[in-house]
């Protein structure tokens, strides 16, 4: 490409890059001789020659756009590019009135993965439907299309289920909030709770579907359970410590206190996930899998005669027993499981698909066996770690994610590049947890300009990434489209006064 195209490709500042951008080829290098007017007319059709979410967005002379798409999620992200070329102010809710123009172009684009994912954590500080929507209409922005909800853990229960209306009486609320690290001497007294209705997450789904997004809900069992066992506490280990004691967590850290592996306890479960096959039509359903501890079966006469009773080796193989009881629950029922990398101990279940957090090694270990893995290793996509070792980052959590660390990850990790195990990378996903983000002013902070970095690596080509040209697209006017659309984002020069937090303690 000469320079002069290279100063004409350069006033496209889209995020993310799209494979093929071509310019009018009599186009003067000056931006207003670039653009044409526009007057809010789009045509779309399919064409089935294209991949599977791609598009051509082409911009005639005359200013007529032309929008084609692999499927209707094509045309969609499509449309995301155009607003995108018609200025910020296109992302602002109320629209805007000022004439419009764009540049004569011919874009080209698909992903480069079919998993884009984003996790929103609300178990530990709640998120309302208005703020979930919210989110969905950001990750549209950006091309992510699946919304994974963290709804349950140890300090929440967040989804309501008819048929045991305590998982919300009880387990949707905590009467105060550890601040900070786990250990910290900082306390919220204040109670803190609330749940989504089957109602509020039926309009979260269908308002995600419109924009092409999959809400994947999570259950997290067995360990991650305590808010349920304070509302149903024969659901806990009765014979190793007095379950009708706990209350919902009110601090961090991995906890001892799990689910029994009862048949009742069983029936429990799929209960409660009859219940969420009813409200997400997604294909994917997650069972967590993470965190459990095995001390309270150890100790526990019922776990060892219920081990001895399936003829399993030991705790680990209690586990991977529940784990693959749900895979084959859920694959009669039309759907797949899905959980973190922890579903590996003591073998995995058939047809699962395993979330890869503590690192890569689990996903790699995973694809080479056969099964489908989504990469999201917490040493490089996780958005609850702080952006910079600055003394003014709020809550200095984790490692340092930088904007430049997030734009560089690879899903596809080297051991598996080349081979056809990298098949199985389905894509990667960001994750959001939020013991440490109470409020959505808290956690826009720690997810942009972050999550637009995520967004380019697993939507544009690998080949060309430069963060240099990123980080001057961002500048130049994808921090404009994040003011438009209100998110109150990490600058580039670290956090104003009110987005730090002094003497909330971290953990490095």
Avoid at 454 to 474: K, T
Avoid at 483 to 502: E, I, L, S
Wanted: charged residues 30%.
């Amino acid at each position: 490409m000469d320079a002069e195209r290279i100063v004409r490709v350069t006033i496209l500042n889209l995020v993310p890059r799209p494979a093929r951008i071509s310019l009018a080829a009599d186009h003067a290098t000056d931006r207003a001789a670039d653009r044409v007017p526009f007057d809010g007319t789009v045509r779309t059709r399919l064409d089935a020659s294209l991949p599977p979410e791609g598009y051509r967005l082409t911009v005639g002379a005359d200013g007529a756009v032309e929008i084609v798409g692999g499927d209707e999620a094509g045309v969609f992200w499509g449309r995301q590019t155009l607003r995108q070329l018609l200025g910020p102010d296109a992302f602002r809710q109320a629209g805007f009135d000022a004439p419009r123009t764009l540049p004569q172009v011919e874009i080209e684009d698909a992903p480069r993965f079919r998993w884009r994912g984003f996790m929103l954590d609300i178990a530990r500080h709640f998120t309302p439907k208005s703020g979930i929507l919210r989110y969905v209409d950001l990750i549209a922005a950006h091309k992510l299309n699946v919304l994974h909800l963290h709804l349950t853990d140890d300090q929440g229960w967040r989804i309501e289920i008819k048929r045991y209306p305590r998982l919300t009486e009880v387990g949707s609320s905590r009467r105060r909030t550890r601040i900070g690290r786990r250990g910290s001497e900082l306390w919220d007294e204040r109670s803190h709770g609330g749940f989504l209705t089957r109602d509020d997450l039926r309009e979260i789904v269908a308002y995600a579907a419109e924009r092409h997004i999959t809400v994947v809900p999570e259950i997290d069992l067995p360990g991650h359970m305590q808010a349920a066992i304070a509302a149903y506490p024969e659901l806990g280990n009765t014979d190793v410590v007095d379950t009708a004691a706990l209350e919902v967590k009110t601090d961090w850290g991995v906890n001892p206190h799990v689910l029994n592996a009862s048949e009742e306890t069983m029936r429990f479960l799929e209960g409660v996930l009859e219940e969420v096959l009813e409200i997400f039509p997604s294909r994917f359903v997650h069972i967590g899998g993470d965190e459990c501890p095995k001390d309270e079966w150890k100790a526990s006469a019922s776990a060892q005669a219920r081990i001895r009773e399936l003829g399993v080796d030991d705790e680990n193989g209690l586990q991977s027993w529940i784990i693959r009881h749900f895979d084959r629950w859920l694959a009669e029922r039309g759907r797949r499981l899905v959980g973190w990398d922890e579903i590996l101990e003591g073998g995995l279940a058939e047809g699962a698909t395993v979330m890869s957090w503590r690192g890569r090694e689990g996903g790699v270990a995973a694809a080479r066996a056969g099964h489908d893995v989504i990469m999201c290793p917490t040493q490089e996509v996780y958005l609850d770690h702080r952006q910079s070792d600055g003394p003014d980052e709020p809550v200095p959590f984790g490692r340092v994610h930088t904007l430049r660390s997030v734009y560089e990850f690879e899903p596809v990790s080297p051991e598996l590049a080349g081979t056809e195990s990298a098949d199985h990378v389905l894509g990667a996903q960001a994750n959001m947890w939020t013991e440490h983000t109470e409020s959505q002013q808290r956690i826009d902070y720690m997810v942009f300009p972050r999550l637009a970095a995520f967004a380019e690596a697993v939507w544009s080509p690998s080949e060309g990434r430069d963060y240099d040209d990123f980080d001057r697209r961002m500048r130049e006017e994808h921090y404009a489209r994040l003011d438009a659309m209100g998110v109150d984002y990490r600058r580039p020069g670290g956090p104003r006064p009110y987005q730090q937090r002094p003497g909330v303690p971290g953990l490095p």
